[in-house]
């Protein structure tokens, strides 16, 4: 990424004072994109909710938020893989693999649900540096290089699966789906805490702040002693973590190693993301707008659902929302940018 096409390219780099108006800039229009976000969909939920008696039962809206926990998890990987000017298309690649992975190995192989557990996390993690070192020590572009694991991923996935979903499950899988903490479904807590923690990594980690420097302005992180290669690596190791956790959840959910789910789920992880003010640019966003991405593509989702949308117009309503987000992704850029050489040319004036 060209230098002078980041907002942090006019920040001298012992421009404290500067910094700190870039960051507050960032942080009221992540707010700005956090609240536009809620408003939209509390108008879209009141509007269903007349349209649709189904849409407001807590069955419903229940069905709506654990079906979201499985791309939100995926898409708290992925936040870290975009804030890094990346992207992975290998994500659901990984949750398919640690599926069947999960299943298989206690089914196949006799090994405990611990052990396929443990392999099936292990495999997200394997791909995501295999992703990452790709991406830096072979220079390959994160979008060849995860199209190369998302094809691979998948491959092995059929080859062990046989093509088929492997059931049943052990036991800590439906025990899993069934669990409550207070009331709420277990899963949907475990999502919030995983969000949780992403976010005080970004925010409150030195790693976090590298994250944020690296996908802003790499060469500027370099230059004050960034190892961004190795943020980009871990980065890419998060987002198949994630998808492999990702990959445990489907299982609880459909009760069977899920060979043959999540086809395109990789574009609606990245459409959520986007949706959710995560620039595609890089060093910009943070998991609470992510969160809210996710819940308004899952929403659009159940209310084509319910309005009995034919299945194509579907996609057609889900693209113009990724058009959408990504459009005023750009809008967001370029306002930070304008904004941002202002402050410069008036502290070089002054």
Do not use: C, H
């Amino acid at each position: 990424m060209a230098l002078e096409n980041t907002p942090m390219s006019g920040i001298a780099p012992n421009g404290d004072s500067k910094l700190s108006t870039w960051r507050g800039r960032i942080s009221f229009i992540d707010l700005m994109q956090s609240v536009g976000l809620l408003a939209v969909i509390l108008l879209g939920s009141a509007i269903m909710s007349v349209l649709s008696p189904v849409f407001a039962t807590v069955r419903n809206i229940e069905n709506v938020l654990q079906a979201a926990t499985i791309i939100a998890v995926v898409a708290i990987g992925q936040t870290f893989v975009i804030l890094v000017a990346g992207i992975d298309l290998s994500v659901a690649s990984v949750l398919v693999l640690s599926s069947v992975l999960s299943v298989g190995l206690v089914e196949f192989q006799g090994f405990s649900p611990v052990v396929g557990v443990m392999v099936a996390l292990g495999a997200g993690l394997g791909l995501g540096l295999i992703n990452g070192l790709a991406v830096t020590k072979l220079r390959i572009p994160a979008l060849i290089a995860t199209l190369a694991t998302m094809t691979i991923g998948r491959g092995l996935a059929y080859i062990y699966s046989g093509g088929t979903n492997i059931a049943p499950v052990p036991s800590f899988f439906v025990e899993l789906q069934a669990a409550r903490i207070f009331g709420i479904p277990a899963v949907i807590v475990l999502t919030l805490a995983l969000a949780l923690i992403a976010q005080i990594v970004l925010s409150r980690t030195a790693f976090g702040r590298s994250v944020y420097a690296t996908g802003g302005n790499p060469l500027a992180a370099r230059l004050a002693g960034i190892n961004t290669e190795r943020v980009v690596i871990i980065a890419f190791m998060i987002s198949g973590l994630m998808a492999a956790i990702a990959g445990l959840l489907i299982t609880a959910r459909f009760e069977a190693g899920a060979a043959t789910a999540a086809q395109g789920m990789e574009l609606a992880v990245i459409a959520a993301v986007v949706i959710g003010g995560v620039s595609l640019f890089g060093g910009e966003g943070n998991m609470g707008s992510m969160l809210l991405g996710v819940l308004l593509l899952g929403l659009v989702q159940n209310a084509v659902n319910l309005l009995n949308v034919p299945p194509n117009w579907d996609s057609v309503v889900s693209g113009l929302v990724i058009a959408a987000a990504a459009a005023l992704d750009v809008y967001r850029r370029n306002y930070l940018e304008a904004g941002m050489r202002r402050k410069v040319i008036a502290s070089k004036s002054s």
